[in-house]
């Protein structure tokens, strides 16, 4: 059995991986959205499953939430019942997407009208925020184009400008606004923020407290996005990872399954540039689970990430840059793929219970009766989305 160091115990010991809110609820394609037995009717059981997951593996303290998705009377109320749990309430993921208004654009929309209530919806997200002890404010936008000539690119950018920075300027000292960029979807010809670039060239224009969030699930096929990791690590402005896996598009898969090299590769660079266990590099989930249960589906995720990260600490780094100064590509190579073909579980495994964890958190799942509970308990839960 590899046997993992003192030293990546301990560094396993502090990573903690954000779960979506939306994850727990149904969700589906524009097919067919299948309900799954014992889904949340509300936040509160959204956050109780979240904590399910932590309870059993150590790794998710915190809870992101989406709003008005996960809009509550009182979130007092809802961050009690967090911390009685054992986690926390996290990012507040804006939504400026779901209403008619936004047809043309949100935060770009040239109709004052729109874009204005786009704007108040992200600073009354900042209100929940502050009432939630949030301190991201995590910003995607389907703002973008169909048609050639549709609409004028460069003002929609202007427009996103003076819009980011209105609500920039009503977060806290404490808080940070993440920008996310996706590639296509749900605009098929242009974007307003399509890649790493534009995110990082708006926020760059705010302030020290607007960063990136990249979506490993929001590139075109073939891009490496552990180069972009990287980039946006040395220029100080990754601010958060929302964590899925894909094989076509924005397939939101659980992380790890599609490709579990690329997300060695990108962990290794998030460990070279300084970013792991970092504050300022939040990870996060951002998957649904169409078909699997939940709960399960989102303990495999962190699972996945932990034992990926766990290769990623064994990269022989000393190795590595001997090779590398020799020029010796094979000799490199290889040792970048003895760490990833490493297996890790045994060790994780025996590490976990000694923690006073289950060995198999899956397996522990199956056989604590959460899910039966849950699934005589709740009658009627909830889409992703259209909830409570
Ligand atoms: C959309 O594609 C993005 O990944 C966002 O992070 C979005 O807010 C999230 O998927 C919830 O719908
Ligand atoms: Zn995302
Ligand atoms: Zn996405």
Redesign the pocket.
Same mark, same amino acid.
């Given at each position: 059995m590899t046997a993992l160091s003192p030293e990546i115990l301990n560094t396993l010991e502090k990573q903690t991986i954000e779960l979506?809110s +939306?994850a727990f609820g149904n969700s589906g394609t524009r097919f067919k959205v299948f309900t799954t037995p014992g889904t949340p009717r509300d936040p509160f059981e959204k956050v109780a499953d979240a904590a399910q997951v932590n309870a059993l593996t150590g790794l998710a303290p915190s809870v992101a939430l $989406?709003i008005p998705w996960d809009l509550v009377d009182d979130f007092d109320a809802l961050r009690r019942h967090a911390e009685g749990l054992g986690v926390r309430l996290g990012t507040i &993921?804006s &939504?400026a997407f779901q209403d008619d208004d936004y047809k043309f654009g949100s935060l770009t929309s040239a109709d004052d009208t729109v874009r204005r209530k786009a704007i108040d919806h992200h600073l009354a997200c900042i209100d929940v925020m502050d009432a939630t002890g949030s301190r991201d404010l *995590?910003i +995607?936008l389907a703002d973008g184009t169909n048609y050639p000539g549709q609409d004028d690119m460069r003002a929609r950018q202007d427009r996103l400008h003076e819009s980011l920075t209105e609500i920039y300027a009503r977060l806290g000292d404490e808080q940070r606004l993440v920008l #996310?960029y *996706?590639f296509f #979807?749900p605009a098929f010809y242009h974007t307003d923020v399509p890649d790493w670039g534009t995110s990082y060239a708006q926020v760059s224009a705010l302030g020290d407290k607007a960063m990136v %969030?990249l !979506?490993t /699930? $929001?590139h075109a096929p073939g891009t490496n996005i552990e180069f972009i990791v990287m980039q946006l690590l040395r220029l100080g402005k990754l601010g958060s990872f !929302?964590f899925n896996s894909r094989f076509y598009a @924005?397939d @939101?898969l659980i992380v790890g399954a599609a490709d579990p090299f690329q997300l060695f590769r990108i962990l290794v660079e998030v460990i070279r540039g300084g970013g792991l266990n970092n504050p300022d590099v939040a990870f996060m989930l !951002?998957q %649904?689970h169409n078909i699997e249960k939940k709960i399960p589906g989102q303990i495999r995720s962190v699972l996945n990430v932990q034992e990926m990260t766990a290769r990623a600490l064994l990269l022989d780094g000393d190795a590595l840059a001997a090779a590398q100064k020799a020029n010796d590509v094979l000799a490199a190579n290889a040792v970048f793929m003895d760490a990833f073909q490493t297996d890790v579980r045994p060790a994780l495994a025996q590490w976990r219970e000694s923690r006073g964890l289950p060995a198999d958190p899956m397996a522990a799942y199956a056989a604590c009766g959460y899910q039966e509970k849950i699934e005589a308990e709740r009658v009627g839960g909830v889409q992703? /989305?259209w909830g409570a």
């Open positions: 979506p +939306w $989406h &993921n &939504n *995590k +995607w #996310e *996706k #979807e %969030c !979506d /699930g $929001h !929302d @924005d @939101d !951002d %649904c992703a /989305g």
